[in-house]
């Protein structure tokens, strides 16, 4: 099982939309998030995305599985993994964890990486944590459904 990382370009976006819209639908209609969710992307964002940060998909062999975005956020090495998704069919086979860790790898400037997830998502907080990932104690209330937690790793 061969995973790759592939750069997104303007092209693929209205495709990047839809997969991300796949991922994240049930977690919308499960937290009501409509102002934070995923899924409420506009196309003209992701396009902005692939322009101007570090957009990827992901690939199994040769098959087309999710994308991950990560997001420089200042010139001391400080990087956000912002949005990862893997279609619902590929999902649980460590494609994510694989695909983070070729994200890592493509930074070596990189002095600390961040991301946040929900809060009751303790199969993803514990693949997070597997790879190196801190909680931070701090998390943000979206709404009565919808909490998020934040995570903080130093590059090694």
Known sequence: MDVLLKRADLAESEEILEMQKICFAP?????????????????????????????????????????????????????????????????????????????????????????DTLEDMPDNRHVYEKMGYSFTGKSEKINDKLTIVFYEKTAT
Do not use: C
Not at 42 to 71: A, M
Not at 75 to 83: A, M
Not at 105 to 114: C, E, R
């Open 27 to 115: 977690h919308l209609e499960r937290y009501q998030d409509f102002e934070t969710s995923p899924v409420m992307t506009s196309h003209e964002e992701i396009q902005r995305w692939i322009q101007n940060e570090n957009f990827y998909k992901i690939y199994l062999d040769d098959l087309w599985v999710g994308s991950i975005n990560i997001r420089k956020l200042d010139e001391s090495g400080n990087y956000k993994l912002h949005i990862i998704n893997i279609l619902p069919a590929f999902q649980n086979r460590g494609i994510g964890q694989k695909a983070i860790k070729l994200a890592e790898n493509l930074f070596p400037d990189a002095k600390s990486w961040v991301l």
